[in-house]
């Protein structure tokens, strides 16, 4: 008896199950944005911390005065003198495969750790 309504709404009910499964691309753009910027040189990655449309937001961490530390290593003297540069605000160093919060901490600076074990991106947050 119901065999039939059943058969006929199964493709559409997959179809939506499937629909849900798959990626969205912009769903996570500060996420495609560090993945983008993981592999660009020096300079560019300081460009990319810091667009146009949140200068202020990277001046309030910091991370607008540290171009010259990109693909250093983090060692102890490099973060001491990357905290002297943001005037000892809290830093979070964020190596790859990291869990990591995203509570807004306009103040906090972001320094994040390429596979090489360099330092790719700075931001704030």
Request: net charge negative; charged share 25%; with cysteine.
């Amino acid at each position: 008896m119901f065999e039939k309504p059943i058969t006929a709404a199964l493709p559409v009910l997959l179809a939506a199950l499937l629909a849900a499964c798959g990626t969205q691309k912009g769903g996570n753009a500060q996420h495609e944005e560090a993945e983008a910027s993981s592999h660009m040189p020096g300079e560019a990655v300081a460009a990319a911390a810091a667009p146009e449309a949140s200068e202020s937001a990277a001046a309030k961490c910091g991370a607008d005065r540290l171009g010259s530390y990109l693909n250093l290593l983090p060692t102890e003297t490099a973060k001491e003198s990357i905290a002297r540069a943001v005037d000892d605000r809290p830093i979070r160093y964020i190596e790859p495969g990291d869990a990591v919060t995203h509570d807004l901490r306009p103040d906090r600076l972001n320094v994040e750790i390429g596979v090489d074990g360099r330092i790719k991106r700075f931001h704030c947050g």
